[in-house]
């Protein structure tokens, strides 16, 4: 009996000892960037990156840097809308504006609408918003889970923080996530069994605006060495017959939308809505896009979803998600003038 209770003693332990080992490298390595203060989240150009919440990188951005930068227009929307480059839109808006990219990974209504009332409450001028919305966006209105789409805490008054880091800190745990990343951490080479934790897209990165260039890609492209076999497969053959996405402006999102033009309404904002241009050619629901152009005015929304000239070229898109800077930039120009 008394060697039992040695053994498991001895076990417990190791076992506390091992915890608190893991406890200390996750605060140590900080693999999500989501416990200390960074001046940037991402290098320019760096072979690869942890996966971060795109969400938290843009809220904790502007949270630490609002007050100095005086940032007074916004670009929303998920990871499409970062490719609607500031230096365009200020042909349209002014020089002069202080623009941030307020943009998250598969942005949903629910965390949009926090956003916009988040920047409301922080007393800030909010002269011009770009809107860049799809379908998948006014379909969200709840919050999501998981490493890459948990909502900021300070976006829900903080109601979130526990269930927020202990997300990160189950996800840091994970066996296939611990070893690879500790090893990409400490020796920044990336081993081989580690690449659907990391994103290896040459970029750079704006760490004061919060913008994300591929110019790399833009250079692959116009060398002709982009549109490889390999990389143009994905690009499936569309239906030529016209189809519409289901209704998904119901009762939540009706109050969010509401809430969203009242903001605007109150800050005398120059607001401009996109319906995003997506590969795959599905139109918005005609009743979603009247409501829009209802709520917001038909001269601020503009819907380039379906089949049309900038959905029938494969190459204006890196890959079925997302469409170019040449296209956001024909789009402003559309818009504005």
Not at 328 to 331: I, P, V
């Given at each position: 009996?008394?060697?039992?209770?040695?053994?498991?003693?001895?076990?417990?332990?190791?076992?506390?000892?091992?915890?608190?080992?893991?406890?200390?490298?996750?605060?140590?390595?900080?693999?999500f960037k989501v416990i200390y203060q960074y001046d940037r989240f991402v290098e320019n150009n760096a072979k690869s990156y942890i996966v971060l919440n795109q969400d938290y990188v843009s809220t904790k951005t502007f949270e630490t840097k609002?007050?100095?930068?005086?940032?007074?227009?916004?670009?929303?929307?998920?990871?499409?809308?970062?490719?609607?480059?500031?230096s365009d839109w200020k042909l349209y808006i002014g020089q002069n504006s202080n623009c941030?990219?307020?943009?998250?990974?598969?942005?949903?209504?629910?965390?949009?609408?926090?956003?916009?009332?988040?920047?409301?409450?922080?007393?800030?001028?909010?002269?011009?918003?770009?809107?860049?919305l799809d379908n998948n966006i006014l379909n969200q209105e709840k919050p999501r889970n998981g490493p890459l789409f948990e909502i900021s805490p300070q976006l829900v008054n903080n109601d979130n923080f526990t269930s927020f880091h202990l997300t990160y800190f189950k996800a840091f745990c994970t066996p296939s996530?611990?070893?690879?990343?500790?090893?990409?951490?400490?020796?920044?080479?990336?081993?081989?069994?580690?690449?659907?934790?990391?994103?290896?897209?040459?970029?750079?990165?704006?760490?004061?605006?919060?913008?994300?260039?591929?110019?790399?890609?833009?250079r692959m492209i116009n060398e002709g060495k982009y549109y490889t076999k390999e990389r143009a497969i994905v690009f499936y053959e569309r239906d030529t017959i016209q189809e519409y996405t289901p209704p998904s402006i119901k009762s939540p999102q009706v109050l969010m939308l509401k809430?969203?033009?009242?903001?605007?309404?109150?800050?005398?904002?120059?607001?401009?809505?996109?319906?995003?241009?997506?590969y795959d050619q599905v139109k918005?629901?005609?009743?979603?896009?009247?409501?829009?152009?209802?709520?917001?005015?038909?001269?601020n929304v503009f819907d380039f979803s379906g089949i049309n000239k900038f959905t029938s070229d494969y190459k204006n898109y890196y890959e079925t998600s997302h469409y170019r800077p040449h296209v956001?930039?024909?789009?402003l120009k559309i818009v504005y003038e």
């Open positions: 009996m008394k060697r039992f209770l040695i053994k498991t003693i001895r076990f417990a332990i190791t076992g506390v000892i091992a915890f608190l080992m893991l406890i200390g490298s996750y605060f140590i390595l900080d693999p609002y007050k100095s930068k005086k940032y007074n227009s916004f670009i929303f929307g998920n990871s499409r809308s970062i490719f609607y480059q500031i941030f990219h307020f943009d998250a990974s598969d942005e949903s209504l629910y965390a949009l609408h926090k956003k916009i009332i988040y920047i409301n409450g922080k007393k800030v001028n909010i002269d011009n918003v770009l809107l860049i996530f611990l070893f690879p990343a500790t090893y990409f951490i400490i020796t920044n080479k990336v081993p081989p069994f580690m690449k659907s934790a990391l994103d290896a897209r040459p970029r750079s990165y704006d760490p004061i605006t919060n913008e994300l260039q591929f110019d790399e890609y833009e809430d969203i033009y009242d903001i605007f309404k109150k800050n005398n904002t120059n607001y401009k809505i996109i319906i995003s241009p997506l918005l629901n005609p009743n979603d896009l009247k409501f829009l152009e209802d709520l917001f005015g038909k001269k956001a930039r024909e789009l």
